[in-house]
């Protein structure tokens, strides 16, 4: 079946650092890609999405691009901020069986002042 | 003006216990959801509900049962709580459809003693 696999946190950086979160999903037919965000005890948050290859999701200062040929959907951002601390879901979303999303199993994100 | 409001925040209970979460949306959305984070930070779906018509309903044991009086609400009730069911649990709803987002929940916190 249709999976999400991102890199394994927790990630700490200090403020300014450029930031890379990997993940890379596995689909049969053309899944939307979501990056959400969770700030401590505090639901999940939609921080980008994308839904064809070649888009660019973009908020924040944070960007991925769908890239079909890699099956990547990979997080940047060129400075973090203390503020920017939390977890982040990278996610598909599929239409087998009615609409579904898929997490990955989520990255933490620690900023350093 | 919360969007997706979630009830208790808290629950501690006692094992064999039934109990209920209930959640509600004021965003008009058709679609609404039950996930189960552990506490790794794993997301996992257990319902969804299209227009108060269940439309995915993952390998959840039938102790656990979600009901929908109407759109904006989906109850989650839990039969004879075990140790392994302590949780965080969110709602979310979003409009039906691959690309839409999904608007999650504060999450309720279920301690299982």
């Known amino acids: 079946g249709d999976s999400v696999t991102q890199m394994e946190g927790p990630v700490t950086l200090s403020e300014e650092a450029f930031l890379t979160i990997n993940c890379t999903y596995t689909?049969?037919?053309?899944?939307?890609l979501f990056w959400y965000v969770q700030y401590p005890g505090e639901g999940l948050q939609l921080l980008l999405k994308?839904?064809?290859?070649?888009d660019k999701g973009s908020n924040k200062g944070f960007e991925a691009t769908y890239r079909k040929e890699t099956t990547s959907f990979h997080l940047e951002k060129g400075s973090v901020q203390v503020s920017d601390s939390a977890v982040y879901f990278c996610a598909l979303s599929e239409s087998t069986g009615g609409f579904k999303t898929i997490f990955g199993a989520g990255t933490r994100l620690f900023v350093k002042a | 003006d919360t969007a997706v409001s979630q009830t208790p925040k808290y629950l501690v209970t006692q094992m064999g216990n039934d109990k209920s979460i209930k959640c509600e949306q004021n965003l008009g959305h058709d679609t609404m959801y039950w996930y189960k984070q552990d506490s790794k930070k794993f997301l996992k779906i257990m319902f969804s509900y299209n227009n108060k018509e269940l439309i995915i309903n993952e390998t959840v044991p039938n102790r656990f049962s979600p009901k929908s009086p109407d759109k904006a609400h989906l109850n989650l009730h839990i039969n004879s709580l075990e140790l392994g069911d302590s949780a965080v649990y969110f709602c979310a709803s979003s409009l039906p459809g691959l690309q839409e987002t999904q608007y999650f929940g504060p999450g309720t916190r279920l301690l299982v003693l």
């Open positions: 689909a049969t037919g053309y899944p939307s």
């Open positions: 994308a839904t064809k290859a070649d």
